[in-house]
Nanobody, 115 residues
Framework: QVQFVESGGGLVQAGGSLRVSCATS????????MAWYRQAPGKQREWVAS???????NYADSVKGRFAISRDNVKNTVYLQMNSLKPEDTAVYHC?????????WGQGTLVNVSS
């Protein structure tokens, strides 16, 4: 069964930076577009950013210019560099395939931005 293991979250002050990582056992990783999603308390999960197998990226308007998604096709890992963090970025961050997410999700990594 495919697994996603997210890591790197934590508590950070507004304006700070974090990089979260997601390692996956998805065998066809390099051929699949991947995405980061997040779910804030009391809200639905939302798409944050995506990256194609070849490295083309797209971002939600709320994070454009502040976040950067990248991938390492050798390590089967996708990253999200988050700069200029805001309290509204507080959420559990997950990665999954894009645009059709697999049914299995990892535990996510909590990013908590204090004001």
């Amino acid at each position: 069964q495919v697994q996603f293991v997210e890591s790197g979250g934590g508590l950070v002050q507004a304006g700070g930076s974090l990089r979260v990582s997601c390692a996956t056992s998805l065998r066809t990783f390099r051929f699949n577009a991947m995405a980061w999603y997040r779910q804030a308390p009391g809200k639905q999960r939302e798409w944050v950013a995506s990256i194609s197998g070849g490295g083309d990226t797209n971002y939600a308007d709320s994070v454009k210019g502040r976040f950067a998604i990248s991938r390492d096709n050798v390590k089967n890992t996708v990253y999200l560099q988050m700069n200029s963090l805001k309290p509204e970025d507080t959420a559990v961050y997950h990665c999954n395939r894009w645009p059709t997410a697999l049914e299995v999700w990892g535990q996510g990594t909590l990013v908590n931005v204090s004001s």
